[in-house]
């Protein structure tokens, strides 16, 4: 199917929408998307980049309207931002080196591993004791690496980080959303050196995830952890099942 076709542009739009609320709330919309642009005819590493500016521009608006509700502060950023933004273009120099095939056996290879914490801290809603600066540094560069090199479903396992990390679980979502973006910021100009960006369907999945962003702010202001924590244990059930083939 040809991604800009009447279809393939209602399906980009559509699957973008749903993908931003996922994001916003939980993580993993990248599941929807990328697999989309590869039914559409994409390569996997080029939908693997491509998908990147609709994440871009989804962390942007949720990012925006978090901090103008007063949920996300630009001094909780730092501690985090440094370590995953270096890990961050350290991932996506490595994935920018192989070709389609390994790109997709590392994507499920990936998720198998990360299905395991993300299973054991499903439940997490309430602040943990908190991270050793060290320990805090070394898991937001793991998560950063992961982020830059596949992005799909990065925002789980930095949820449950920022959760253990002393956050409530909206002020965590708030945090996770801005990251995400910055660290998507910092992956995108590697994917345009390395031609790994389809530009016209990239801009169209783009219109959707802003969209999904901004009804998943609402929902997930107006909701708090009463939405977030069932969305991001069914994130969690959505990841396992499909890494244990039953769909």
């Known amino acids: 199917m040809d991604a800009l076709s009447p279809g393939?542009?209602?399906l980009l739009l559509g699957t973008g929408f749903a993908a931003g609320i996922v994001?916003?709330?939980?993580?993993?919309?990248?599941?929807?998307?990328?697999p989309l642009l590869v039914l559409l005819g994409l390569p996997g590493t080029l939908a693997n980049g491509t998908n990147r500016i609709g994440?871009?521009?989804q962390g942007a608006v949720s990012a925006w309207r978090f901090r103008g509700s007063g949920i996300l502060e630009l001094r909780s950023l730092a501690p985090v931002l440094v370590p995953v933004l270096t890990g961050s273009l350290a991932g996506a120099f490595a994935i920018a080196q192989v070709t389609d095939a390994t790109f997709e056996r590392i994507f499920g290879a990936v998720m198998l591993v990360l299905l395991v914490p993300m299973l054991r801290r499903s439940g997490a809603a309430t602040p943990g004791p908190g991270l050793s600066p060290a320990l805090s540094a070394l898991v937001?560069?793991?998560?950063?690496?992961y982020g830059?090199?596949?992005?799909?479903?990065?925002?789980i396992?930095?949820?449950?980080a920022l959760v253990y990390a002393g956050h409530d679980l909206v002020r965590a979502n708030a945090i996770k959303v801005a990251v995400v973006g910055a660290l998507t910021a910092a992956a995108v100009p590697v994917f345009a050196f390395q031609g790994k960006i389809a530009w016209a369907?990239?801009?169209?999945?783009?219109?959707g995830f802003a969209a999904g962003a901004e009804v998943g702010v609402r929902l997930a202001l107006r909701a708090g952890a009463r939405l977030i924590r069932p969305v991001l244990a069914a994130c969690v059930v959505v990841l396992a099942g499909r890494m244990l083939g039953l769909y």
């Open 140 to 145: 937001f560069f793991a998560i950063g690496v």
């Open 201 to 207: 369907p990239g801009a169209v999945l783009a219109l």
């Open 157 to 160: 396992p930095l949820v449950f």
């Open 23 to 34: 994001n916003t709330l939980a993580g993993g919309g990248s599941l929807l998307t990328v």
């Open 55 to 57: 994440v871009l521009l």
């Open 148 to 155: 830059g090199a596949v992005q799909a479903g990065v925002g």
């Open 8 to 10: 393939g542009i209602a």
